[in-house]
């Protein structure tokens, strides 16, 4: 499968909608609309210029309907993959593929969520598997769980080295304005906190927050007539292993190896090329998994490797530099968020957060219990 | 007409309210298939038999539940011995007890009501 051209496609325009406890009354189309005109804002093109539409919300069931009615278009093309957190990757292939086609020139790919503000149950829709449900796993904590304890046990990863990914993100979100924690975290405190699932905490869980945004993708061609340096796309890969934490092959071991050996294929480069990495941290096991798989240490060094604060801000290698889903903000499905902080980092917009000299970004989508992986790199036009 | 075909589930359900564990076979594939289901997972066949499992199996993954209101408890996944893996629970044990490696036995816990059994585990004893 080659028939993505890396560089071909570009992100061009980003925004968060409100995001943490967001207004009384707002939906999620609101918060996408919001999203959208902010990202089309920052690239400089209207609702006009949109002629592809992408979604996903556990809100709504045919949310790509209802956002097209709320934005008054009726665009050429309309994607709503949903595979959870990594729904958004997807999008950004199939759009990449649409453009490339000719189906559409503009897309527009959209989130929003108001799980914060309805409650976690309000928000998405109850599933029963008859294999899982009666013993009472607390989804997805508990899948995520037994992935860290199958790691813990193989690797001997201990809770430390799980605490020492959620004291970077915190390290990163006080750097980020937009973060919803706005207080320190120590190694202590994430030990210390509420137990959900054994050996997560509560420190160890993804906050749960209200929240959406907007990307925009187009051409590369006319990426470079608008507004802000573009983000190629340089590489995509994405991986499906199971739905269900008990139909996992190997617990330790990600559909993100396979995924990001596509799109490092596609994009002409490996993981010692890539200055800024955005992982989908659901939960702490997360980023130590998604580390291994993706090549930034061998499998079962990922505890060591985040240990000592290498990838805090102070680190050798910057991961989640917005502060992630476990203190940045985290509605419900996470990866256009990561997406988003991709792209304003290869523009030099992180502020205070700012990787220097940062040329290749890679953005890593998680769905479901570890169930679907997306890689997205991206660079800018020095890496063409 | 053709009479239509059982439910996978359902089959699976008479099987655990007789005590049994039930689990299908892909006699293609050479190997279990688990959930039960309409077609080989591994071939796409769907010739699948169902067999008994003896009920023996390891803890291949585990954790414990913090509710908040109630006691902790376990859920795990258990590799059981004829190559199928199952998400489940260790009873008779402290939830915190419960180990990878532990050596389990299946027995069925009815939970009463409208509830199906379910397949529970407890340790073999003597490992």
Not at chain 1, 116 to 136: I, L
Request: proline share 5%; charged share 20%.
């Amino acid at each position: 499968m080659d028939a993505l051209k890396r560089g071909s496609a570009a992100i061009v325009g980003v925004a968060e909608s409100d995001l943490g406890q967001v207004a009384e009354g707002m939906s999620v189309f609101d918060l996408m609309a919001q999203g959208a005109k902010r990202a089309l804002d920052d690239c400089g093109l209207s609702l006009k210029d949109v002629d592809g539409l992408f979604s996903a919300t556990t809100q709504s069931r045919l949310s790509v309907l209802g956002l097209a009615e709320y934005l008054g278009i009726n665009p050429a093309f309309l994607g709503s993959t949903i595979v959870g957190g990594s729904s958004f990757e997807y999008h950004v292939a199939h759009a990449m593929g649409a453009v490339a086609l000719g189906l559409c020139n503009v897309a527009l790919i959209a989130y929003g969520s108001t799980q914060r503000s309805v409650g976690r149950k309000q928000a998405s829709m109850r599933e029963v598997n008859p294999y899982e449900t009666p013993f009472k796993p607390f989804m997805p904590s508990s899948a995520y769980a037994l992935a860290a304890s199958r790691h813990m046990h193989e690797f001997g990863t201990t809770r430390e080295q799980l605490a020492a990914v959620a004291v970077a993100a915190r390290e990163w979100a006080l750097l980020n304005p937009a973060a919803w924690e706005k207080k320190p975290l120590t190694l202590e405190g994430v030990l210390s906190s509420r137990m959900v699932s054994y050996p997560f905490t509560v420190r160890d869980c993804c906050l749960v927050t209200d929240g959406g945004g907007a990307i925009v993708v187009t051409s590369a061609e006319h990426a470079r007539s608008l507004r802000k340096p573009p983000a190629y796309v340089l590489g995509c890969g994405q991986s499906v292993t199971h739905a269900n934490i008990s139909s996992m092959p190997d617990l330790t071991v990600t559909g993100a190896l396979a995924a990001g050996k596509a799109a490092y294929a596609m994009a002409k480069l490996g993981s010692t090329e890539v200055d800024v990495v955005e992982l989908y941290d659901a939960f702490t096991i997360n980023t130590i998994l998604f580390l291994e798989d993706l090549g930034f240490c061998k499998k079962g060094e990922g505890g060591a490797f985040v240990s000592g604060g290498r990838i805090g801000p102070n680190g050798s290698l910057p991961v989640n530099t917005n502060g992630g889903g476990l203190s940045y903000c985290h509605p419900g499905m996470y990866g256009l968020f990561i997406l988003i902080e991709a792209v304003r980092q290869l523009r030099g917009e992180g502020g205070a957060r700012q990787v220097k000299n940062c040329e290749v970004a890679l953005a890593h989508g998680n769905g479901g219990v570890l169930s679907s992986q997306a890689t997205v790199i991206l660079g800018t036009q020095a890496t063409l | 007409m053709p009479s239509n075909q059982d439910a996978p589930l359902k089959t699976y359900l008479d099987h655990l309210a007789r005590g049994e564990l039930a689990y299908q076979f892909s006699p293609q594939a050479g190997r279990a298939v688990f959930y039960p289901r309409m077609l080989c997972p591994f071939t796409g066949s769907d010739r699948l038999e169902w067999r008994i499992s003896k009920g023996l199996g390891t803890v291949y993954a585990t954790t414990v539940v913090h509710p908040t209101e109630g006691k902790p408890f376990n859920v795990a996944l258990i590799d059981c011995d004829e190559g199928f893996r199952m998400m489940s629970r260790v009873e008779d044990i402290a939830p915190e007890q419960v180990r990878i490696g532990q050596r389990v036995r299946f027995r069925v816990h009815q939970p009463g009501g409208e509830e199906p059994p379910q397949p529970v585990f407890v340790l073999v004893e003597g490992t």
